[in-house]
């Protein structure tokens, strides 16, 4: 009896001086990094933040420390940077400190620093410069994308046709669409609709970023030094990239078999050319692992965001008939019904560009953005943002600000005072041209509010018949 008491006291004693050595570490450490709620060991700030709706915790906790502040998502240490002022000041202003990439911990469990987007340094200064010349080589900001584009466009409206009014799910048809252009680039080809393999991996990257945005997700963020050895479903987020890797290695194995140094196919054979170019540097970043990486990051961030924002945007617009309406008016009168648009067409067709900006900042689909990191110690307002502060480093997260994000579809706020899209959004919607949306439900019904917020914003399931106009 005796014992155990002693045991329990010891037990105690140890407890105590473990927490308060921890508290008394991050004070020290602190200097003068933004203020933020206190943490507790390990698991951080953990007790005031909702996992299922983080953006909404976040907001919240930047009511009381202002709009730079100090997080700790369990044990990781993050400068959050709330709304237009703090992240235009970081990420313009201060550009160059602020170019570095944090840690996306999903993600991370397959792309491990490497490849473009998840890189830092030398590696992402490399890859960066070839992605981007590559990508242009292939038609990316040209013509030849266009043309792509339109094409595949015609493949849609064709598939839309087919199903004949049904009631049907749209998300596979959209990101089939979506997914054909990046992967004519990246893979030299398009996909056949009917193709299963396709469909599974389409599958797979809709269910990792919806696995990133739940609650379960959002906990990994944290925790995911416990959390990837634990049964869950983020062992079903790590097959499901797995399964998107494994496509890729047999990819570049296929492309390595037949390639002709003379006549790069697409994205993967330029950058084996360039691994053989720089066989004899000993720090080339043009290896395979980059070469996966960048690859799988190009067949991702081509897909699952554009598919998002267009399955969002239908939905708005069922939401909104009268704007659909407005839409079809403007395509009538700029476009007609005999030629398949054009990306001149946009200039002529401000409703559109208006629809299009509005379905973006409604739908918010990235809704806190990719983490970033310091590359150097930085200056930032009246604080102090170490490059390393702790393991793992700090990274800076940018979240847009919630007056920027009322709960309505208002196109004609953008359409009054225009601003020009970035160079990066040229989207357009040629199947509208063709159909006019119909949903099962009248549109007082239609929850556009998300499914889940987290890395992404995933909008609810929803049926709805293409009806050619
Ligand atoms: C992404 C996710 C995983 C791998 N590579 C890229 C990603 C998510 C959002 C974006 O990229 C930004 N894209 C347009």
């Known amino acids: 009896m005796l014992a155990s008491g002693l045991l329990l006291v010891a037990l105690l004693a140890c407890l105590t001086v473990i927490v308060l050595m921890s508290v008394w570490q991050q004070r020290k450490s602190k200097g003068k990094l933004p203020p933020g709620p206190t943490p507790l060991p390990f ?96 038609g990316v900001g040209k013509r030849g994308i266009e043309e792509r584009i339109q094409e595949e466009a015609g493949f849609l409206t064709v598939a839309l046709r087919d199903t004949h009014g049904a009631n049907i799910d749209p998300t596979f048809f959209l990101s089939r669409t979506v997914s054909n252009v990046i992967s004519s680039i990246v893979f030299g080809d398009r996909f056949d609709y009917e193709d299963k393999e396709f469909l599974s991996l389409l599958g ?49 194995e296929h492309n390595q078999r037949t390639l002709d140094p003379n006549s790069p196919r697409d994205f993967i054979d330029s950058f084996l050319i360039r691994m053989q170019e720089e066989e004899k540097n000993p720090n080339t970043e043009f290896y395979l692992k980059n070469l996966m990486m960048t690859t799988l990051n190009l067949f991702i961030a081509g897909t699952e965001t554009v598919s998002t924002t267009l399955r969002y945007g239908f939905l708005l617009l069922m939401k909104h008939p009268e704007v659909e309406a407005k839409v079809h008016e403007e395509i009538d009168r700029v476009i007609g019904k005999n030629r398949q648009p054009k990306f001149e067409d946009r200039v002529k067709m401000p409703y559109m560009e208006a629809v299009i900006h509005e379905i973006q900042r409604f739908g918010d689909v990235i809704p806190m953005g990719l983490a970033r990191r310091v590359n150097k110690d930085t200056k930032f307002r009246d604080f102090f943002l170490p490059k390393v502060l702790s393991s793992p480093p700090p990274q800076t997260t940018g979240s847009s600000s919630p007056s920027l994000c009322p709960q309505h579809l208002t196109p004609i706020r953008s359409f009054l005072d225009p601003v020009p899209l970035p160079q990066s959004v040229k989207k357009d919607f040629p199947i509208m041209q063709n159909f006019r949306f119909k949903s099962p439900q009248s549109p007082k019904d239609i929850d556009v509010s998300p499914k889940h917020v987290g890395f992404a914003t995933i909008p609810r399931n929803y049926t709805m018949s293409f009806l050619p106009r």
């Not at 963020?221 to 047999?250: T, Y």
């Open 204 to 252: 797979m990257m809709l269910a990792i970023f919806q696995f990133t945005s739940t609650s379960t997700g959002q906990l990994h963020e944290m925790f995911s030094s416990v959390m990837k050895h634990l049964p869950g479903p983020q062992q079903q987020a790590f097959k499901e990239l797995q399964g998107l890797e494994d496509f890729i290695a047999k990819k570049v």
């Open 43 to 138: 698991i951080g700030n953990y007790l005031q933040l909702n996992t299922e709706q983080m953006y909404n915790s976040i907001m919240k906790i930047s009511e009381r420390y202002g709009p730079v502040f100090t997080l700790h998502l369990g044990p990781r240490r993050v400068v959050v940077l709330c709304g237009h002022d703090a992240v235009k000041e970081a990420l313009v202003d201060q550009a160059e400190e602020f170019s570095g990439r944090g840690e996306q911990a999903t993600f991370n469990w397959v792309f491990k620093g490497y490849g473009v987007v998840f890189s830092n340094g030398e590696r992402a200064k490399q890859l960066r410069r070839f992605a981007i010349a590559t990508l242009r080589d292939f």
